[in-house]
């Protein structure tokens, strides 16, 4: 009798010790640190929308909209601010909230995004933008610039006529959050979402001195994260409504055609998502992508990552980064080779960060050089 309960205690903690690891929301080698969180605020509805970007010194810029009344997007929110936090440390220790972006009430500024200009150095930082007073349901684009790898910032310009039609005053569009792309020739890369029309790739080729529109709209697609393959060719990677699973699109001539095709592999339930890739070396062999997204057909629950080295031909087995309830994510290849993410957890609660090791992403006999 006292071997069976002993058996049966043993079994017992083993039992507990499964269901722990299954929820357990990530990698124990994986820590997470809350960024922004509203759970001990009255003053703040909710943070959303995350964007990371790795300044040419080192440190990392998290960026989030900062929503006061309601957790409501851009056109249902009066007052929106965008927020940063900075560490100098690769995301050991970050530096407290400090306010990028503040407009009077009724004006909001929101969706969050970089491009980092790695030629001269500066860094880029895109939002969408809305006067609920003078004119309601108007979606604006603008973009500031910063020389000093985030510490300042130039006065945000309007660049909605540049890269929107003037037909498109009244529709709902928007500059998707997270980054966009610095081609090896210098171009400044990123996505618009027309709602009814596609996605628009958008840019500058005279680092940020103009920006242009391509008139050549990707489907189905909403909000879509570009990169530049290393042997050149562009590639759109892109939440498509009610499907399940992501879109892929890819040109080999700088945006004038393009080759779509459904990626099933791809779970997704509709969400915003980060595809990067790792420049560190020029070697294509060598060149790794890493995609952070919802694995989930249905909900918004199940973030993970993984890895290819085909130019996403083909991925590696997803990890799951946090098992719970997750959403909007972004992320970077940090100096280290290293991944660091910022990612939505907990129905909205908390944007968070995290460094993900290479060799848990890929398998340790995969680091790459």
């Known amino acids: 009798m006292a071997i069976y309960i002993l058996c049966s205690f043993v079994l017992g903690l083993l039992s507990l010790s499964v269901q722990a690891q299954k929820h357990d929301p990530v990698h124990q080698s994986v820590g997470l640190t809350t960024l922004f969180s509203n759970r001990n605020t009255a003053q703040v509805a909710c943070y959303r929308i995350p964007a990371l970007a790795m300044a040419p010194n080192g440190d990392l810029l998290a960026v ?77 684009h603008k973009v500031m610039a910063s020389h000093d790898y985030g510490k300042s910032w130039d006065t945000p310009q309007d660049i909605t006529a540049q890269i929107c039609k003037p037909e498109w005053t009244n529709d709902f569009k928007f500059i998707t959050s997270g980054k966009g792309w610095q081609t090896k020739d210098g171009y400044l890369l990123h996505t618009l979402v027309h709602l009814n029309l596609g996605v628009f790739i958008f840019g500058s080729s005279d680092h940020g001195k103009s920006w242009f529109m391509l008139d050549r709209p990707l489907q189905p697609a909403d909000e879509s994260k570009i990169i530049e393959l290393a042997d050149g060719r562009w590639m759109v990677n892109s939440r498509v409504k009610n499907k399940g699973f992501r879109y892929v699109h890819v040109s080999s001539n700088k945006g004038v055609s393009w080759s779509t095709k459904a990626d099933t592999a791809l779970h997704d339930p509709g969400c915003n998502a980060c595809l990067i890739r790792n420049t560190l070396s020029a070697s294509v062999e060598k060149t790794r992508l890493f995609l952070v997204n919802i694995n989930n057909a249905k909900l918004r629950e199940n973030l993970t990552i993984r890895a290819s080295c085909d130019n996403g031909e083909t991925w590696s087995q997803p990890k799951t980064i946090y098992s719970g309830s997750a959403a909007y994510a972004d992320a970077c290849v940090l100096g280290t080779g290293d991944v660091g993410v910022l990612f939505e957890k907990d129905e909205y609660t908390d944007i968070c960060f995290t460094t993900l090791p290479v060799e848990w992403i890929v398998g340790k006999s995969q680091k790459q050089d």
């Open 64 to 140: 989030a909209d900062q929503r006061i009344p309601s957790c409501a997007d851009l056109n249902h929110n009066t007052d929106i601010n965008l927020v940063l936090r900075r560490s100098p440390d690769g995301g050991k220790t970050w530096m407290p909230i400090e306010t990028l972006v503040d407009y009077p009430l009724g004006q909001s500024a929101s969706d969050a995004s970089f491009v980092v200009d790695t030629a001269l150095g500066t860094i880029w930082l895109f939002f969408n933008y809305m006067d609920h007073t003078q004119a309601p349901q108007v979606y604006h």
